[in-house]
C-alpha cells in the first residue's frame, strides 16, 4: 500500500503516530489538501502579493483576485471549514476532529497567506466563527455567522487596548454599558487584525460592563457592524516595517458606537469566558500553521546551499559544517514542537480546550520561538537575499515573532505552566519521606549507616 501523500510534507514517523486516529474521511481530505496546497496555493503566493496595491489611494480598497479563485476550487473540493469540528459544533461544523484539523493547518501553513483562506480557514475568522457558533443567538448567527461560514466577508476580534498592559484582560477599559434598548461602546483599541480588509463586516468587541462586579465577571462582548457610526479606523499598524495589507492590523477608536442590545453575545458578565474559550483554539492553531511554515522555511534552507553556483571558500554550502548543523538542528527542532502541537490537539478532542489549557500553553510557548529560530538560519544561509523582498523569509520571520505577542505573550503561558507545576510539590515532598524511610530500610537490612 501506498504511503499517505502528508508523508512527503511531514515525517513518516510522525504519521504513524496519529494515522490510527485519523478517519478514512480524513485521510481522504488530507490528500486533497496536500495535492491542492503543493499545486494551487505555493505557486499562487507570488500572485498574491502582486495583486496586493502598492497604490495608497486603493491599498486597503482592493484585494488579489486569486484568492476568489482558490476559493471556489478548494470548495468544490470540500476543503471549506476545516477548523469547525462536528463533535463540538453539531450544527455547522465538518466530520474532523481537531487531532485531524492540526494535520490539515500544518500543510496550509506552507502558503500562509493564501491556503487558510482558499479553505475559509484563516484567523480572525476562525475564532470569531467559534464564539458566534458556541454563543450565539440564532438571529446572530444568520446575520453574521453564515456569510462568514459561506466565505463571504471577514471579520475581527477587539480585545487588545493601547495605553494599558492588555495581556491580562481584566485591565481592558472600553466601555460597554446599555442605554435604553441600545447598547454604547466606547474604547480605543490597537492591533485589531483583518480591520483593514474591504469585506470585513463585522468586529467582536470586549468591554467591562460592570466595574462593580466580581474581577472575571465585569467584561462583556458585543458584536459591532464594522460600518457602524462612530467606527474610527485611525491607521495600520506596521510589524517590523510591514502593514499586512490588505487585512492589516488598525489601532481603532470606538466613538459613542450604538448597536441594538440583540447584538450582546453571550448575557452579560460573560466577556471572560467567551474569550478563554475562544483564544484557546486560536492559540493551538497558530500553532498548526507555524509548523509548516517552519518545514517551509527548511525548505528553501535546503535547496538553497544545495545550488551548484553557491560556492563559498572552495565548498558549497551544504559542504560546510555550520550550515549542515544548523539543517540539523531545525529538522529535529520541528519533529519535537509537532508532537506537542499533535499532543495539544488531542486532549482538545478529550477535555476540550478548558482541559487542555497547560497542552496548549506548553505549544503556544515553544512553537513560535521554534519558528523564528528555523526561519533564522534559513535566512543565515541565504546571506543578504534572505532579508530582502526576493524571498519570503523576512516577512515569514516578522509574522512568527508576532506570535510571541497575540494570544497571550510568552510570559502568561511560562507563568500558568510554572505555577501548575508548582502544584506538584506537596505530594512530591510526601513521595520524598517515603524514598528516604524505605531508603533507610534497605540500607539497616544490609548492615549500613544512616545518611541522616
Avoid at 476568489?68 to 455547522?92: C, I, M, Q, T
Avoid at 442590545?261 to 474559550?277: D, T
Amino acid at each position: 500500500m501506498a504511503p499517505h501523500p502528508v508523508t512527503e510534507l511531514i515525517s513518516p514517523s510522525a504519521w504513524a503516530l496519529v494515522e490510527d486516529k485519523v478517519s478514512p474521511y480524513a485521510k481522504e481530505l488530507l490528500a486533497k489538501l496536500v495535492k491542492f496546497v503543493e499545486e494551487e496555493c505555493v505557486p499562487a503566493q507570488s500572485t498574491f502579493h502582486d495583486q496586493v496595491s502598492t497604490d495608497p489611494a486603493t491599498r486597503w480598497k482592493s484585494y488579489p483576485a486569486v484568492i476568489e479563485d482558490l476559493k471556489v476550487k478548494a470548495r468544490k473540493l470540500g476543503l471549506w471549514n476545516l477548523f469547525l469540528s462536528k463533535a463540538h459544533y453539531p450544527d455547522v461544523g465538518v466530520d474532523l476532529t481537531n487531532l485531524e484539523y492540526s494535520l490539515m493547518a500544518e500543510v496550509m501553513g506552507r502558503a500562509l497567506r493564501v491556503a487558510p483562506e482558499a479553505c475559509n480557514c484563516s484567523a480572525p475568522d476562525t475564532g470569531n466563527m467559534e464564539v458566534l457558533a458556541r454563543y450565539g443567538t440564532q438571529e446572530q448567527k444568520d446575520k453574521w455567522l453564515k456569510p462568514l461560514l459561506e466565505g463571504k466577508t471577514r471579520s475581527s476580534f477587539a480585545m487588545t487596548e493601547r495605553f494599558i498592559a492588555s495581556s491580562d484582560a481584566t485591565n481592558i477599559r472600553t466601555s460597554i454599558r446599555l442605554e435604553g434598548d441600545e447598547i454604547v461602546i466606547n474604547g480605543h483599541k490597537w492591533w485589531i487584525s483583518g480591520a483593514g480588509d474591504p469585506r470585513n463586516a463585522v468586529h467582536l468587541v470586549m468591554g467591562k460592563s460592570d466595574v462593580t462586579a466580581s474581577k472575571h465577571q465585569q467584561q462583556s462582548m458585543v458584536i459591532v457592524p464594522s460600518n457602524a457610526p462612530g467606527v474610527k479606523l485611525i491607521r495600520p499598524m506596521q510589524v517590523f516595517g510591514y502593514d499586512d495589507a490588505p487585512e492589516g492590523h488598525y489601532e481603532i477608536i470606538y466613538d459613542n458606537v450604538r448597536v441594538p442590545v440583540g447584538n450582546l453575545i453571550g448575557g452579560w458578565g460573560r466577556g471572560f469566558e467567551i474569550i478563554q474559550g475562544r483564544l484557546g483554539p486560536g492559540r493551538i492553531h497558530h500553532c498548526m500553521r507555524s509548523i509548516g511554515i517552519a518545514n517551509r522555511a527548511l525548505e528553501l534552507m535546503l535547496l538553497r546551499c544545495t545550488e551548484p553556483k553557491k560556492v563559498m571558500f572552495g565548498k558549497m554550502l551544504k559542504e560546510h559544517g555550520t550550515v549542515i548543523e544548523r539543517i540539523a538542528k531545525s529538522r529535529m527542532e520541528i519533529e519535537q514542537a509537532r508532537l506537542l502541537v499533535l499532543s495539544a490537539a488531542l486532549q482538545i478532542d478529550l477535555v476540550r480546550a478548558k482541559g487542555a489549557m497547560k497542552d496548549i500553553g506548553m505549544a503556544k510557548a515553544v512553537v513560535p520561538i521554534m519558528v523564528g529560530e528555523v526561519i533564522d538560519r534559513a535566512m543565515q544561509v541565504h546571506g543578504a537575499e534572505g532579508i530582502c523582498q526576493d524571498q519570503p523569509l523576512a516577512q515569514l520571520w516578522a509574522n512568527i515573532r508576532t506570535l510571541r505577542f497575540a494570544d497571550g505573550p510568552d510570559e502568561v503561558h511560562l507563568q500558568q505552566i510554572g505555577l501548575q507545576e508548582l502544584k506538584k510539590a506537596p505530594a512530591l515532598h510526601e513521595n520524598q519521606k517515603k524514598y528516604e524511610a524505605r531508603e533507610e530500610q534497605i540500607r539497616k537490612s544490609f548492615g549500613l549507616k544512616s545518611v541522616a
